[in-house]
């Protein structure tokens, strides 16, 4: 992908450097409340491999998000093909983001996510980018009010990648944003 430049952001794919931090977060209590799953460090490796690959393929994806000023990774917010989703068509666009704890509340993850928004409705000219999280994701469903995205309670939906020894961690609720609400949310900021 070519990097995307926001006020305070370097979005980019992953590199080598960036382990340790993908590494926490895919392992840490905090970050991971709301997953049913903790990963290892081998197991980390591996997906950022995945996620590197995929990256490089698509022009988009779960990016690395690195403070400009400092050149300090300190999550990962991008957009991504959907295709295990039930309420929803494969091939759909997702919204997504995790940054590890410190950095959380300070509007990172709103300012990636519009320059995420822009580059999915102007450069793949997709109709819509959904989101959605468990229920009680307060942080994650802020964000999504945040962008302007509206609740869609007729595809909420329980996700088929949660096993059942984490009933609480599977309803998801589904937040849409469609090109023109998206377009119409820039003017009215204006
Ligand atoms: C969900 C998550 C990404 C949200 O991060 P966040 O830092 O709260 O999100 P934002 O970047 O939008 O920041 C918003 C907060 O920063 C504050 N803020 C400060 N400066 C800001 C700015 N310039 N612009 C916007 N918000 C700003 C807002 O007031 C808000 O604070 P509040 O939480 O006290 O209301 C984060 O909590 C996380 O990584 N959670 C764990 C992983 C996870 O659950 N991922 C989602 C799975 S669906």
Known sequence: ????????????????????LFHRINSDERVMEF????????????????????IEQDGYGFAAAEIAATGECIGFIGLLDT???????NGAIEIGWRLVPEF?????????????????????GVDEIVSFAVAENHRSTAVMKRLGM?????????????????????????????????????KAAR
């Open 35 to 54: 997953f049913p799953f903790r990963r290892t460090r081998a197991e980390t490796d591996a997906k950022m491999e995945e996620f590197r690959h995929w």
């Open 104 to 124: 959380w509340g300070k509007g990172y993850v709103t300012e990636a996510s519009e320059a995420w928004l822009a580059f999915g409705f102007e450069t793949l």
């Open 150 to 186: 509206h609740a869609d309670p007729s595809a909420d939906f329980d996700h088929p990648s949660v096993p059942d020894s984490h009933p609480h961690l599977k309803r998801h609720v589904m937040y849409r944003l469609s090109r023109e609400g998206w377009q119409a949310g820039k």
């Open 1 to 20: 992908m070519r990097p995307i430049r926001t006020e305070r952001l370097i979005l980019r794919n992953w590199e080598d450097r960036d382990r340790e």
């Open 83 to 89: 295709d295990d989703v039930p309420s929803l068509p």
